[in-house]
T-cell receptor, first 111, second 117 residues
């Protein structure tokens, strides 16, 4: 079983809609959860992170964490075509700042 | 404001050849990492260095060696390249200190696309 699971997609949403990206993880010792965006042929770039159960908002992005159910999600409000990319979920274990990445969900935002 | 610089950007090797991928960061970060990214597999950690002078294995270290030359530089060496090592390699750095409570995100280099034939 992989440490971090994501649906590979593609997830297609119309422009202006809410995109919901989900990630599950296997180790209950996981401490920190990060979301990265990766455009095709480019390197990943950090979007946001969350440590505590609940929601964390940053602009159009909201990260949600539920440690009891072992999932973390990313909501993108008012999706734009420029949001079309692969979104990587990363989970850190035991404060080692060493992350396990999911394989990513490809998001397509249609104009 | 270079961030993390990787060289080369592209490389083609023949099976059995060796090469070193170079990585340097100018952000005074403590931790550095090497990942490989393959289709459908996501990013997998090869080696990491929590601080200057220390290195540790990640998920997929076989066939690789690393050197943390100083705080800025962290190189990855393939001693005898194999077709299974065809991949995109990313170096990353983080200001995190291992063992501290707060994790920090990574800054990634632009990647090295390696093909082994």
């Amino acid at each position: 079983q992989k440490e971090v699971e994501q649906n590979s997609g593609p997830l297609s949403v119309p422009e202006g809609a809410i995109a919901s990206l989900n990630c599950t993880y296997s180790d209950r010792g996981s401490q920190s959860f990060f979301w990265y965006r990766q455009y095709s042929g480019k390197s990943p770039e950090l979007i946001m992170f969350i440590y505590s159960n609940g929601d964390k908002e940053d602009g159009r992005f909201t990260a949600q964490l539920n440690k009891a159910s072992q999932y973390v999600s990313l909501l993108i409000r008012d999706s734009q075509p420029s949001d079309s990319a692969t979104y990587l979920c990363a989970v850190e274990l035991y404060n080692f700042n060493k992350f396990y990445f999911g394989s990513g969900t490809k998001l397509n935002v249609k104009p | 404001n270079a961030g993390v610089t990787q060289t080369p950007k592209f490389q083609v090797l023949k099976t059995g050849q060796s090469m070193t991928l170079q990585c340097a960061q100018d952000m005074n970060h403590n931790s550095m990492y090497w990942y490989r990214q393959d289709p459908g597999m996501g990013l997998r950690l090869i080696y990491y260095s929590a601080s200057e002078g220390t290195t540790d294995k990640g998920e997929v270290p076989n066939g690789y060696n690393v050197s943390r030359l100083n705080k800025r530089e962290f190189s990855l060496r393939l001693e005898s390249a194999a077709p299974s090592q065809t991949s995109v390699y990313f170096c990353a750095s983080s200001e995190a200190l291992v063992g501290t409570l707060q994790a920090y995100g990574y800054t990634f280099g632009s990647g090295t696309r390696l093909t082994v034939v």
